[in-house]
Each structure stands twice: as C-alpha cells, then as structure tokens.
C-alpha cells in the first residue's frame, strides 16, 4: 500500500510558498551562525515547537491575517508592500517562540544581533 504524505505547504500558492522559503531562510541564518557560537544548535532547540510545517503555517496564518484587516481590492500577493509586511510579522512570530538557550546564544552573537534587528526594521 502506498502511503501519502501531505504537509500545508503542499495547499499553498506560488507566492505563499516563497515566502515560506525566505523565512526558511531567515530562520537557517539565525541558527546556523558562522560565529561558532551557535555550532550544532538545531532549530528545534532554538525555537521552541518548531517543526517542518511552522513556517508555512505561520504564513498561511498571517496571510488571512493581513488579508482581512486590509482595505485593499487587488490580492494580497499582487501588493509588494504587504509581502514584506507579511514577512516581517512572521520573523517576528517566530522570534517570540526563541527558548531561552536561544536567546542566551542569541545574546552571545552580533551576526545574529543584526539579523534581528534586521527582521524589526531597523
């Protein structure tokens, strides 16, 4: 009997699923530092609850979010400003589900610091 697997990604759009891969990205930068702070921290271990599916389910979510509370007629994925801000409010879910062994390593390294600070904007 063959089996299928089925992950949320697999319902997402084009442009929903590349978001999911630059917040993929995002999240590998963070912990997979070249300061050799963060060698051997896997991501799990740095956001607590993180699993293969976190990031397309956080954008899915923020998605309808933003889709929602918008005044807007065009789609969502037509509007290269709420693509960033859709982005930036992901980086910021997941920034508030770092653990604290995360946060200490965090703490310990300034590629990391920027890259926060990166993702709020600043």
Known sequence: MEKHYFTLRDSMTMTETTVVRKLENWVESLTKSHSGILDNF???ETFI???QDTTASYVKTE???I???RNETRPLDQVPA???H?????KNR???TVSYDGL???SLSDEVKVKVSESNGK
């Open 94 to 96: 997941l920034l508030r």
């Open 63 to 65: 998605w309808k979010r």
């Open 49 to 51: 609850g993180y699993h």
């Open 104 to 106: 200490v390593r965090f």
């Open 86 to 90: 859709l982005l930036k409010e992901c």
């Open 42 to 44: 896997q991501t799990n």
């Open 82 to 84: 709420y693509l960033d």
């Open 67 to 69: 889709q929602d509370k």
